[in-house]
């Protein structure tokens, strides 16, 4: 499924500080290191998954994808085009190939606009002629599994979660684009709707040829779409595997941390880990080197002083942790806790 | 693979197409509709209707002329011989001053609020979204308005330009524009916050577009409810300037005058004062209920 051509989107170094702003006369006094020097790339026709604590920078990415928010530094490549650099008229050719679902199905509708003309306002604000926009707008709620002539001319507050969110994909696709950027999609609903609104996701992927970048806090959300699964840790991205690899033999000590504490119905496969203690440290001082080390059971000395950088541990898995470092510490990686993963999901 | 679907879709759309299906009303069809079914919004709203034609016909339906009366039967009960709803302190007939009163009033009431309505919406619509130093500058403008007590403001500019009405009516305009201006921007900022204006920014949509489609309506109904009591504060001010000589001249009526005008007489008749006031009274809760009636009409969730 993924082929190794040039891929769709490669972001390279990207970085979004937020400054944070103090004192009677505002001035800046500190930055939240939102996104901080994150490099990935999504091929054609993946979904990547973009997993983390809340607070990590997930949802940012997401938006500074898409422009809403501008990157301080780094390079956004969309195909042939520079995103970051890209004019005004560009970015509204780019966001008809790129678009975004938000978690909140409650208020990323307009509470005044019918479902209908939600979805048409899309096409509309993209100079679609108007006499064919209600034929297109009816054909994005089939493709979504709702009824347009019983759902098109209904409210948003008529509408359950699940059918709310179902509507934002279906506008978020009306202009057919290439990428869709899914920021925890499933994360307000019941599980049961969960599923439905992930399978539906799996479906127009299939059916559309569509790439995903799916963000959720979710393993298990995130697991069951992603064809690779990228895992961040205090705006940086601390592994990146594909999904199986990463599941069956997570590298990194926060991924072994973050499957242990995903709750298990099955005793035997029962995480022996201690689960993760307290909170992220702040992300606008965080820790000297390694990020992680404060809350790493195996954090060294070396890990307080030099920042892991993100690179192969094995063919195609990126991990930055000095336990997988070259050199001196290549010791270390004896005694690497990777068996623990293995215990706890078999 | 996603041909197959897409030419299935294709023929489920047209499938669809064969339906019969409900037509979309347009927005506004749909307020109507809804405002119909509001009884007191509707009566409210025939008030205002009736208020409107008896002054603007007051020239031709009044029984006496405007400045007529013979001060020999000055405050006169209600129900007394030729004057139904008695004569003012001059003797002049209150059913000729009350109608020739609303021409006054209802413009002094209206048209600042209007005017206010019009240009703070829009500027506030533009700090609001703009944000940054386009807001700074408009909304510390709006500070500097903010300062002076609304009267004192309006009988300071009223007294810079002189009076009679059409000053009244800049008077008042200047000084109800910043309140307008700054409701309209904390609601913008708070609409623009929502995720489903992210959305439409993520759509590619243009400003313009997102502020008319989202924006705007959304800013719409706290607004159109603020300018609606504003009314009924605008025809009051309006007299409290005629009452310091900013206003409308003497033998002109307007009900705020009228009203300072007979303060004096209620001891002497109580029934004759109480009019004008009743006059404002009903002119100003009618507008206040048709407001209330539209923003409901406006609001799909209810």
């Known amino acids: 499924m993924i082929n190794s051509q040039k891929p769709l989107l490669d972001v390279k170094n990207l970085r979004k500080y937020f400054p944070v702003r103090s004192g009677p006369l505002r001035r800046v006094s500190a930055h939240v290191k939102a996104v901080d020097d994150v490099s990935f790339d999504v091929k054609q026709g993946e979904i990547l998954g973009l997993v983390g604590e809340s607070g990590c920078g997930k949802s940012t990415i997401a938006r500074v994808l898409i422009r809403l928010i501008d990157p301080d530094a780094g390079e956004i490549h969309f195909q042939d085009m520079d995103v970051v650099k890209a004019s005004g008229r560009e970015m509204k050719a780019l966001r008809r190939r790129m678009q975004i679902v938000f978690q909140d199905p409650w208020a990323s509708l307009n509470p005044r606009m019918n479902i209908q003309d939600a979805i048409a306002f899309n096409l509309l604000a993209h100079q679609f002629p108007k006499k064919d926009a209600l034929e297109k707008v009816w054909e994005g709620l089939d493709n979504v599994g709702l009824n347009p002539a019983q759902f098109g001319l209904r409210y948003p ?177 004896e005694s690497s806790p990777a068996g623990a993963g293995d215990e706890s999901l078999g | 693979m996603s041909e197959e679907i897409r030419e299935e879709a294709q023929v489920r759309s047209r499938v669809l197409e064969g339906l019969d299906l409900p037509k979309p009303m347009a927005y506004w069809h749909q307020v109507w509709w809804r405002f119909r079914k509001d009884k007191i919004g509707l009566a409210s709203a025939g008030i205002i209707v009736i208020v409107v034609l008896l002054s603007v016909l007051a020239p031709w339906i009044s029984p006496y002329a405007m400045d007529y009366g013979p001060v020999s039967n000055r405050l006169a009960n209600p129900f007394s011989e030729g004057h139904i709803l008695g004569t003012d302190e001059q003797g002049r007939d209150m059913v000729t001053r009350l109608l020739h009163g609303g021409r006054n009033s209802l413009i002094a009431g209206v048209v600042p609020v209007f005017i206010a309505f019009t240009i703070g919406t829009l500027l506030g619509i533009i700090a609001g979204f703009a944000g940054s130093n386009l807001n700074t500058l408009i909304m510390r403008i709006v500070d500097i308005f903010y300062a002076f007590p609304a009267i004192l403001l309006a009988i300071a500019i009223a007294g810079a330009l002189g009076p009679g009405l059409s000053n009244t009516l800049i008077a008042l305009s200047v000084v109800y524009t910043p309140r307008v201006i700054r409701i309209a921007e904390s609601v913008t900022v708070q609409a623009k916050g929502f995720d489903f204006v992210e959305a439409a920014r993520a759509s590619g949509a243009s400003d313009i577009h997102i502020i008319r489609s989202h924006i705007l309506p959304n800013v719409l109904s706290p607004v159109l409810v603020y300018n609606s009591t504003l009314v009924s504060i605008s025809i009051l001010a309006a007299a409290g300037l005629g009452f310091l000589g900013l206003g409308i001249a003497a033998p002109h009526a307007e009900w705020g005058r009228m009203l300072n005008d007979l303060r004096q007489s209620i001891y002497v008749n109580t029934w004759v004062p109480i009019l004008p006031g009743v006059a404002i009274f009903i002119t100003a809760m009618a507008f206040n209920l048709v407001s209330d009636a539209v923003r409901d009409a406006m609001d799909v969730r209810l």
Do not use: W
Request: negative net charge.
């Open chain 1, 157 to 333: 507050h008529e509408l359950s979660g699940g059918q709310r969110q179902r509507v934002n994909i279906a506008r978020a696709l009306v202009l057919d684009p290439q990428l869709l950027l899914l920021d925890e999609p499933v994360s307000s609903l019941d599980k049961s709707i969960q599923a439905q609104v992930l399978n539906l996701l799996g479906e127009l992927r299939e059916a559309l040829g569509l790439t995903y970048i799916f963000i959720s806090h979710d393993l298990h959300v995130v697991g069951y779409l992603s064809d690779r699964v990228a895992v961040m840790y205090l705006g940086k991205v601390v592994e990146l595997a594909e999904t199986n690899e990463l599941y069956n033999k997570p590298l990194h000590p926060y991924t072994q941390a973050l499957l242990g504490s995903v709750p298990t119905m099955n005793p035997h496969q029962r995480s022996t880990q201690p689960p993760l203690t307290g909170d992220p440290p702040s992300p606008i001082a965080p820790p000297s080197g390694c990020r992680f080390r404060t809350r790493c059971k195996h954090a060294m000395e070396v890990c307080a002083q030099v920042e892991p950088p993100l690179q192969e541990a094995e063919a195609g898995r990126l991990v930055a942790c000095h336990l997988y470092g070259e050199g001196e510490h290549a010791n270390a990686s």
